[in-house]
């Protein structure tokens, strides 16, 4: 999803006086412990964010959920076919729904389960015998009025609201809280079905937009009728969505590295117009990100922009939309350089989710450096291709206005704490900051795309990709990660110069920290190695100028000669 924390972090920054600045974040960084000795966490942050031995024993392998959605009274009934296959005999399964929603019955080989709630957690007591390699499949019956957003699409819920000619505008938001927010699932991001089919039931006179592909429309005889989409690849809770409203429909075929892929575009029948226009963002983004991340994952299902009453979020294959048809973020540029201005970011940022966030997903959401941190760094690629590389230079280091270094960008494991908002722009410099180290573009795309080839369709750890790109690129880059995702301090490049000598070294970093930086010296590009102790460099000439590549998420000071 998108940051909200921008309005107010763009004002903090701007400091050209680094010792105060420093100063400040040093004083920040002593007076804070950290989060996960400060909060107490309760149970139900462990069965929400753990693999707890009622979710280990089996792996998910279809859904099928059947909503309908009463706009009347804003409630939501229906059930959800849970397919699974065993991994070890066990008699209890948990599945999660959050309140105020309820669980009504369970039924597995007709007959109905006996189950206990604990929050928002269920604990099903399974009767028949769960032999290891069996494919078993029980339905969850279930209704309420669900949780309404209060500010979709930072706080979980549903939004009910109407368009401008008065009928029903209805959307789902809820990454962070979670899909057991509306409907019953394993609310966990390791584990997701190989495929799933949302069959959705709405008054006649609207149109539901759910996941992948569009089977069917079921008409009923009671002035309601049933959107039956099927998406044939692996999809993640918090992506399976639905988009209710009176829309209408546009498409364009996209001629693209796997063939033509499907692009489909569901907007409210008053901006149609408008959105023919602003949806070309759609093949520009597709155009850059196949080149940079390789083929768009999910070919099968389509790409579909779908209208939403809120800003925007990834849902898979379905990106949604509430950018107003206007370029930047809500027409803002969150960089400053103007760059920003050049395109959609809800287009852009979002549908670059496809990549990292729904093909490559975090299993736990300690992670989701992985699904922010490149994406916001997709945008910078995304200018890279249309506008040069200049143009995303400026844009990336732009962005730099909005880097809090306030906590760590990785969360607390195992509790569904994610970490510093920082895993945007901070993590979109430090990935800006690896491909100067790696200092070879077709190389670094190599990687990007070996990414998305190597973990196609999987649920990874943070350790499965640092380990990736220390491989790939090279290098050990295990300092490198700890200091911009397990520490809050900017390494600091201090050197001098005495005469013909330059003295250099980094400060305020982890131990072992080695990164190599690009400086001109006397306006001369010239590689630098330096580690946390003094290196010297001979034969200058004398009264030497050096200047850091601005393109390296650092501090540079001269110390004052010893
Ligand atoms: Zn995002």
């Given at each position: 999803?998108?940051?909200?924390k ?35 966490f ?48 066990n ?32 604990f ?6 769960q ?8 339905e969850?019956?279930?209704?309420g ?58 008054p ?13 429309i ?128 809800i287009?852009?940022?979002?549908a ?9 997903t ?25 506008y040069?590389k200049?143009?995303?230079?400026e ?16 969360g ?7 970490g510093?908002g ?33 973990f196609?369709?999987?649920t ?62 006397n ?28 393109n ?11």
């Amino acid at each position: 999803m998108a940051n909200k924390k921008i309005i107010k972090t763009t004002r903090m920054l701007h400091y050209r006086n680094y010792v105060f600045a420093l100063a400040l974040l040093l004083g920040l960084a002593a007076a804070t412990t950290t989060e996960a000795q400060t909060r107490q966490f309760t149970r139900q942050d462990t069965l929400r964010g753990s693999i707890t031995p009622e979710r280990a024993w089996w792996d998910l392998t279809y859904y099928h959920l059947k909503v309908q959605v009463n706009p009347a009274d804003s409630t939501i009934k229906g059930s959800n076919v849970i397919h699974y296959k065993v991994l070890e005999p066990n008699k209890v399964m948990q599945i999660d729904l959050q309140e105020p929603m309820a669980i009504q019955k369970i039924v597995q080989d007709g007959k109905e389960l006996t189950f206990k709630r604990d929050g928002n957690a269920y604990f099903i007591q399974l009767a028949a015998t769960q032999r290891a390699g069996a494919q078993n499949k029980l339905e969850v019956f279930y209704g309420g009025k669900p949780i309404v957003s209060t500010n979709p699409p930072w706080t979980g819920g549903i939004t009910w609201t109407k368009d401008s000619n008065g009928l029903p505008f209805i959307a789902n938001s809820n990454q962070g809280s979670g899909a057991s927010i509306w409907w019953p699932c394993k609310d966990h991001m390791y584990d997701e079905p190989d495929s799933m089919q949302i069959s959705v039931r709405v008054p006649e006179n609207l149109t539901d937009v759910s996941n992948g592909r569009l089977r069917g429309i079921e008409p009923h005889n009671d002035g309601t009728r049933t959107f039956h989409w099927f998406v044939n690849n692996p999809i993640n809770n918090y992506g399976v969505n639905l988009s209710v409203g009176d829309y209408v429909h546009f498409g364009e075929k996209y001629e693209g590295e796997k063939g033509t892929l499907d692009c489909d575009y569901y907007v409210l029948r008053e901006n149609l117009e408008k959105a023919k226009v602003q949806f070309k963002d759609a093949k520009r983004m597709l155009q850059a990100f196949e080149h940079w991340f390789g083929p768009y994952p999910f070919y099968e299902d389509g790409f579909k922009l779908v209208e939403v009453p809120y800003l925007g979020m990834e849902h898979q294959s379905a990106v949604t939309y509430g950018n107003g048809y206007q370029n930047g973020y809500r027409g803002r540029d969150l960089s400053g350089s103007g760059w920003g201005l050049k395109f959609d970011f809800i287009i852009i940022h979002e549908a670059g989710h496809e990549w990292f966030a729904n093909n490559i997903t975090n299993k736990d959401v300690a992670d989701m450096w992985i699904h922010e941190s490149f994406t916001n760094y997709s945008e910078n690629l995304f200018l890279d291709y249309h506008y040069g590389k200049q143009a995303s230079s400026e844009y990336v280091i732009g962005t730099r206005q909005n880097i809090r270094n306030d906590k760590p960008i990785i969360g607390i494991y195992n509790v569904n704490r994610s970490g510093s908002g920082d895993m945007y722009y901070k993590g979109g410099n430090m990935l800006h900051t690896l491909r100067q180290i790696v200092n070879n573009d077709e190389k670094w795309r190599g990687i990007l795309r070996g990414l998305n080839k190597d973990f196609y369709h999987q649920t990874v750890t943070t350790q499965q990709i640092e380990d990736y790109l220390s491989q790939h690129t090279g290098r050990e880059l295990k300092p490198f990660f700890d200091q911009y995702l397990r520490d809050v301090r900017i390494p600091k490049l201090e050197y001098q110069v005495n005469g013909k000598k330059l003295k250099y070294r980094w400060t305020n970093t982890v131990d072992g920290f080695d990164m190599p930086v690009r400086v001109m010296i006397n306006g001369q590009e010239k590689w630098l190695e330096p580690t946390t102790e003094w290196k010297e460099l001979k034969g200058l000439k004398k009264n030497a100028t050096v200047q850091a590549d601005p393109n390296f998420y650092i501090e540079a000071s001269e110390a004052t000669a010893a």
